[in-house]
Structure formats: C-alpha cells, structure tokens
C-alpha cells in the first residue's frame, strides 16, 4: 500500500519490556519523525531522521532509541516502558522541499 | 525557539455557520510555515492548510481560510459554513528550523463542537 504506515495500531505492555513500534513510508521521503501526543500537549517531537543513518533528539527523547537503516523505515523503541510513556504515537514523513508532513494512523501505546 | 498558543480548549460552532480558531506564534526566524491540522475522533492527523510567512495573501483550502496577520504574529483558522463533520481537535503548527529537521512545533489544540 502506498503512503505511511505504522504497526502495532494498539499494544498493551508492561512496565520494564522492550517494544519496538514501526513505521515504514513508500514515498521515498528523506525526513522521518516519531511525535508523541498526550492530552494537554498536544504533539510532541522524539526523535527525528533526515536521511538513512542519520537521527537527532527532539523535545522528549529520554527513554527512546531510533534507528534508520534502511529511508522507508523508521522504527522506535522504547527500551525498558514506564507508566509514562502511555500515549499515541505518530510517525510522519516529508521531502525537505515540501513544506507538508505526512502522518501514519498512530500508534496507541499502554503501559501497564 | 519557537512558540505556538491555542487558548481556546473548546468551542461549539452551529452548523452552517462561521468560526475562527485562534493561533499565535512566537518566533526569531525571517522565514516560517504555519499549518492546521484536524484530528477527528478516529486519531488520524489531517493537513488543511499552509501559509508561509512570505506568502502575500491569506491560503484558502476550500471552507478553510487562514488569517495571517504577520505583525501580530496570529494565524487564525477560519472555517465558513461549518459542517457536523467538522468536529473534531485543530491543531496549529509552525515548521521548524533545519536543525530541527523541519519538525513541526504544535500547539495544544483546540476541540470544536458542531451542533446542529
């Protein structure tokens, strides 16, 4: 399917456990970000991707780890989840000289 | 850095009618994009509208217009003739600089409510 996508829509897990959430975009777009969005703050930048095997932080990377190996795919990771991280996740993707992002449908994370 | 306000949490608009969600910014950069994004119940994020900070005349998208007003730094979405399917979150947002990646910096939304 064409566009950006991103698996597990939903995922319960518990506090301590590694989950890994994936994002993959069929544009070839050189950027790829990870937001998260919480109630009362609207959406938030992790971390972001300007090209493959390269990332930066953004806002509120502490507890995340990115990698992008391959331009179509830009998995997060949380490494060890906490109660904190409960949120929706978007990934987004956009070529530098397109002012548009392009969001996957989110993910829905539980931390229990 | 930059900066975007919402202070509208809510807003109910009847149906058929106009209504403007308020958005202002605060930035150091010349050169700036400001969007609006709709969210509907369902959770996905859905562009409307761009406008550049150079851009001359206020970007129209159908029902949707945005009132720019550079030097009191506003951005203000307009929705005419609103639709019971316009409810939903609106979020303003304003492109960030390259060593942001040009990641977009949201506001907290505003939740607007069509009534019929």
């Known amino acids: 399917d064409a566009g950006i996508t991103q698996s597990p829509r939903y995922k319960i897990t518990e506090t301590g456990r590694q989950v890994t959430l994936m994002c993959h975009q069929t544009w070839s777009h050189s950027y790829m970000f990870w937001y998260r969005q919480d109630l009362g703050h609207g959406l938030r930048l992790i971390y972001y991707?300007?090209?493959?095997?390269?990332?930066d932080k953004g806002e509120v990377p502490d507890g995340y780890v990115v990698s992008r190996s391959k331009t179509e795919n830009f998995p997060l990771t949380l490494e060890s989840a906490t109660r904190s991280q409960t949120s929706v996740y978007f990934c987004a993707s956009s070529e530098v000289q397109s002012y548009e992002q392009y969001f996957g449908p989110g993910t829905r994370l539980t931390v229990t | 850095a930059q900066k975007i306000t919402q202070t509208q949490p809510g807003m109910f608009v009847q149906e058929k009618e106009a209504v403007t969600l308020d958005c202002t910014y605060d930035?150091?950069?010349?050169?700036?994009?400001l969007f609006w994004y709709k969210q509907p119940s369902s959770g996905e994020m859905i562009f409307l509208i761009y406008?550049?900070?150079?851009?001359?005349q206020n970007a129209t998208e159908g029902r949707y217009s945005l009132n720019f007003q550079k030097a009191r730094k506003s951005a203000n979405l307009v929705i005419s003739a609103s639709q019971l399917g316009d409810s939903a979150m609106y979020f303003c947002a304003m492109r960030g600089a390259r060593n942001s990646g040009y990641a977009l910096n949201f506001g907290k939304g505003t939740s607007l409510l069509v009534t019929p």
């Open positions: 406008q550049g900070s150079y851009d001359e």
């Open positions: 930035t150091s950069d010349q050169s700036y994009g």
């Open positions: 991707s300007a090209a493959a095997d390269i990332t």
